[in-house]
C-alpha cells in the first residue's frame, strides 16, 4: 500500500515542483466582510467572502478560524465553505488547486488537511477522497477513504507530445 502511495506522490506532482520561496515570506493577508476576535483567548473568527493570501498562495471561504493560542508561526488556520477553494503556483507556474467543504491550514507545518469532497489537481491530474492530507513545502500527499468509505479515486491524464 505505501508503495501506491509514492508512486501515486511521485506521477502527481513533477521532482521540481516546489512552492515558491517566496510566498512563505509573505505576510499573510486575510479579508472578510466580518470579523471577531477574542484577543484574550487568541481566537479570531471571520465570515463571509473570506480571502486568505499569502504570495500566490490563496484561499477562499465561507468561515475562517484562526487559532493562534501556540504563538506566532504557529497558528492554525481552519476554513469552512460550499466548498473552500485553494490554489496556489508552484515554482515554474505549475498551478496546484483543492477544494473540499473544510480545509485546514497548518502554518508551522505548511500542511493543508482538506476534508469533506476533497479534491486536489495539479498539472492535469486529481486525487478525490474523504480527506487529503498535503504537504504544500514537501508536496506529499496522503488520502483516506474516511468513515464513509468512499473510495480514493486518482486521474492521471497523459503528458501530450507533439508528433514529429
Given at each position: 500500500m505505501n508503495k501506491i502511495k509514492f508512486f501515486l506522490f511521485a506521477a502527481l506532482m513533477s521532482a521540481n515542483s516546489y512552492a515558491a520561496d517566496a510566498d512563505y515570506?509573505?505576510?499573510?493577508?486575510?479579508?472578510?466582510?466580518?470579523?471577531?476576535?477574542?484577543?484574550?483567548?487568541?481566537?479570531?473568527?471571520?465570515?463571509?467572502?473570506?480571502?486568505?493570501?499569502?504570495?500566490?498562495?490563496n484561499i477562499k471561504a465561507d468561515r475562517l478560524e484562526i487559532n493562534a493560542s501556540a504563538g506566532k508561526g504557529n497558528e492554525v488556520f481552519i476554513t469552512t465553505g460550499n466548498p473552500v477553494r485553494y490554489s496556489q503556483l508552484l515554482d515554474g507556474d505549475v498551478p496546484v488547486n483543492a477544494r473540499a467543504a473544510e480545509i485546514r491550514?497548518?502554518?508551522?507545518?505548511?500542511?493543508?488537511?482538506?476534508?469533506?469532497?476533497?479534491?486536489?489537481?495539479?498539472?492535469?491530474?486529481?486525487?478525490?477522497?474523504?480527506?487529503?492530507?498535503?504537504?504544500?513545502?514537501?508536496?506529499?500527499?496522503?488520502?483516506?477513504s474516511g468513515e464513509q468509505k468512499k473510495r480514493v479515486t486518482t486521474i492521471f491524464t497523459p503528458e501530450n507530445k507533439e508528433n514529429p
Open positions: 515570506s509573505q505576510p499573510i493577508a486575510i479579508t472578510s466582510d466580518n470579523n471577531e476576535t477574542s484577543i484574550k483567548e487568541n481566537v479570531s473568527v471571520y465570515t463571509e467572502n473570506v480571502e486568505i493570501r499569502q504570495g500566490s498562495l491550514y497548518d502554518l508551522a507545518s505548511r500542511t493543508l488537511t482538506l476534508s469533506g469532497n476533497a479534491e486536489l489537481s495539479q498539472s492535469g491530474s486529481q486525487v478525490q477522497a474523504a480527506v487529503i492530507r498535503y504537504n504544500i513545502e514537501t508536496q506529499q500527499i496522503s488520502a483516506e
